[in-house]
């Protein structure tokens, strides 16, 4: 379900929904308002300089998992000068090739055998989750100020919960 409203709300921004009729708080619950949203979108070229650290903390930031080998939506993989990724509004996954700090090639590949389907020139980079976290730290302080402040039945199994949530944001 995630998926299928980041892939609707992809098409309103890109103009090919000109028609939409859905309760608004089905669509748009959770969703960070519009203009963060399309603020968060990244477009690459071939022939551009990119940074790989920043790429990869892009991916990251926009909540893509990191993963040896892309094999389904919301992922992400780099080795070496290859940064492969499967944005959720696209039908097949995006290989980024550099040279050096250059993006010297870009292509759609299928996911089972990992080949190249077609070369592409531009992609734009949407993030993979409904909400993206700006700042995890300051997140993360928050609940650990709430799990402290926990009493009452079930504390245990509460806090714990409240610490995974805290690992998965670090």
């Known amino acids: ?3 299928d409203k980041v892939k609707v709300f992809e098409k309103i921004l890109k103009g090919e929904m000109p ?3 859905v309760n608004s708080d089905i669509l748009f619950d959770k ?3 519009l203009t963060e949203y399309r603020a968060k979108i990244v477009d690459f070229k071939t022939g551009e ?3 790989l650290t920043l790429l990869e903390k892009l991916f990251v930031d926009l909540g893509y998992e990191r993963t040896e080998l892309v094999e389904g939506v919301g992922q992400f993989s780099v080795r070496g000068g290859i940064v492969d990724f499967f944005s959720p509004d696209d039908e097949e996954p995006v290989r980024i090739e550099l040279w050096g700090d250059t993006v010297d090639t870009m292509c759609r590949f299928d996911v089972v055998s990992q080949r190249r389907t077609v070369n592409i020139d531009e992609i734009l980079i949407a993030p993979s989750k409904e909400i993206i976290i700006d700042n995890p730290q300051e997140l993360i302080d928050k609940i650990e100020k709430l799990a402290s402040s926990i ?3 079930k504390t245990d199994i509460i806090r714990e919960k409240l610490y995974q949530d805290i690992d998965r944001l670090k």
């Open 19 to 21: 028609n939409l009729v």
């Open 151 to 153: 009493r009452g039945k």
């Open 1 to 3: 379900i995630v998926i």
């Open 49 to 51: 300089i990119v940074d």
């Open 31 to 33: 969703f960070e308002n």
